[in-house]
């Protein structure tokens, strides 16, 4: 069995814009979504700002209110968010609570990089702690498991394929997405709704803060913080957030004529073994150039096809070591470096999330023809312009171009590396809407 | 003992999903069977009515617990001990 697997629905929850229209208008404008958080301050961080999502509005409380996720951990309520989305953009509809259909057809893989410590900080450990653990709701459990958004979600949509969660630190949104392909592609599926989430705690951001690789030098300037490939570039800026995508099979996804954003044609999963310049907090270059070369094969063309790389690139100094590597692994340099910009300049890095949100903005750019501002790399890092034209990091947005071939890659804590290669689907009718039922109105 | 109800009602309704439900339920509806709160949740109803009626339930109540008329007769009788 080798099916084709097509993306049919995205749902987002992104510090720039909550839902896909939001999150669109978001990136084509260059907006950021890092603020200052006074919460930091007081807390004694050395990095005081963040991106984190808004998703106190009426239309998100209902939401959650519905399905009784008030008090879910903020992993939970930004992947019900952003499921229930994705679901509904692919067309499908949400099940009545009590039918009795279950979709053995369809399953869940919404990973995370620190799960729900917040949660487990904030609501388990005083209680437990004090002696009062009886005071505990009967949620407690199920909030605080690394699989409660996957659970959360298929208890929602009634889906009986495997349900599960991925853990991979800042790769662990696009292996989801791959993950969800094997499982499709191999037949054992015909679709998944595949992610990542992850949530604005302390509890977790203190772990980059006493690492240094988090940014210290714009408390005060929290727009011009994260600047991705810029000589000034001086750490990551810490996000929050989660992004689903509704992936398929092309036979089915054709049969119930529903709108396909685009093809998924390549892989890789590897690690770098902590080897060779790779360590636990940095990638050895050998492992992320084999994974990025294995993916373009596995997809069937040549390097010189990539039109456009959606990078890791955290704003860190490790920035122009990946652009490096992306220069070898496609063998392509300069002006013939295809285009290349990082999401992170506008949301900050969204951890196990990021891998997942920028696959969605890539596949937006491919279907809408543009490419979003890399925002903040006026100043860009000498290293990066000896390899690469300055036209290729597009400063303002590109309009109407085609983005035929393109590259996302993520690389996490541990030396693990996730690459897929996505593909315009040009021949095929694509615009209709029919089986679409209540689109507009969420 | 009308007092009781009335207070235990919307601490109820909060864990029913189908709201509907309630229009056409029995006087002394079962919590499980006819009101269709998963199990589970008696756990967060007795904190609720902890909370609500400033007493304690002990684990052995609350496993007889199966019909709204179970929760008023514990809640009447803890309050009666309390006094």
Redesign the interface.
């Known amino acids: 069995m080798n099916k084709r697997v097509v993306i049919t629905g995205m749902g987002v929850v992104a510090p720039n814009g909550v839902g896909k229209k939001n999150f669109l208008d978001a990136i084509k404008k260059g907006k950021s979504g890092i603020k200052f958080i006074p919460e930091l301050k007081e807390l004694n961080f050395n990095c005081q700002i963040g991106g984190i999502p808004n998703i106190d509005n009426s239309k998100c409380n209902n939401l959650l209110k519905k399905y009784?996720l008030s008090a879910a951990a903020s992993t939970i309520k930004y992947a019900v968010i952003a499921g229930l989305e994705a679901w509904k953009d692919a067309g499908y509809i949400i099940p009545e609570?009590?039918s009795k259909d279950v979709d053995y057809n369809t399953g869940i893989i919404i990973g995370s990089g620190a799960g729900s410590i917040g949660f487990v900080g904030s609501k388990i450990v005083p209680l437990v702690n004090k002696g009062l653990g009886k005071?505990l709701?009967?949620?407690t459990a199920e909030y605080a498991m690394h699989s409660g958004s996957s659970v959360a979600l298929s208890g929602i949509l009634a889906l009986g394929n495997q349900i599960t969660a991925n853990s991979s630190a800042c790769a662990t949104g696009t292996e989801s997405v791959i993950m969800g392909y094997n499982r499709i592609k191999s037949g054992k599926a015909k679709a998944m709704l595949v992610g990542g989430t992850e949530a604005y705690s302390p509890y977790i951001w203190m772990g980059f803060d006493v690492l240094r690789v988090s940014t210290r030098k714009y408390n005060n300037n929290p727009l011009k913080a994260s600047r991705p490939m810029s000589a000034s570039a001086s750490g990551f800026v810490p996000g929050a957030g989660a992004g689903v995508l509704l992936i398929e099979d092309l036979d089915t996804a054709l049969k119930r004529d529903a709108r396909i954003y685009a093809e998924i044609i390549g892989t890789h999963i590897n690690s770098g073994g902590q080897r060779n310049n790779g360590s636990m907090t940095a990638p050895n270059p050998d492992g992320v150039q084999r994974c990025i070369k294995q993916a373009i094969k596995s997809a069937g063309i040549k390097p010189q096809k990539i039109d456009y790389i959606s990078g890791h690139l955290t704003s860190t100094m490790a920035d122009p070591i990946e652009i490096k590597n992306w220069t070898k692994a496609l063998n392509r340099e300069k002006s013939n470096f295809p285009y290349i910009n990082s999401l992170k300049s506008m949301t900050g890095h969204c951890i196990g999330a990021t891998g997942a949100i920028e696959t969605i903005s890539a596949v937006l750019e491919i279907y809408h023809n543009f490419i979003y501002p890399c925002i903040n790399c006026e100043d860009l890092h000498p290293e990066i312009a000896k390899m690469v034209d300055r036209n290729k990091i597009p400063q303002k947005i590109i309009n109407n171009i085609d983005l035929n071939y393109v590259a996302k890659a993520s690389f996490g804590f541990g030396d693990v590396n996730s690459c897929l290669i996505l593909k315009k689907l040009v021949n095929l009718q694509i615009n209709k809407y029919k089986t679409i039922k209540n689109y507009e109105k969420y | 003992m009308k007092n009781i109800k009335d207070k235990i009602m919307p601490i109820l309704k909060r864990?029913t999903?189908?709201k509907k439900i309630w229009e056409t339920v029995s006087e002394n509806p079962d919590l499980a069977k006819d009101l269709?709160i998963n199990s589970?949740?008696?756990?967060?109803i007795i904190?609720d009515i902890e909370d609500e009626f400033k007493i304690e339930i002990d684990n052995e109540s609350l496993e007889s617990i199966k019909t709204i008329n179970d929760v008023e007769n514990i809640i009447s009788k803890k309050l009666e001990e309390k006094e």
């Open positions: 009784s609570y009590d005071k709701r009967s949620t | 864990y999903f189908d269709k589970a949740r008696i756990v967060d904190l």
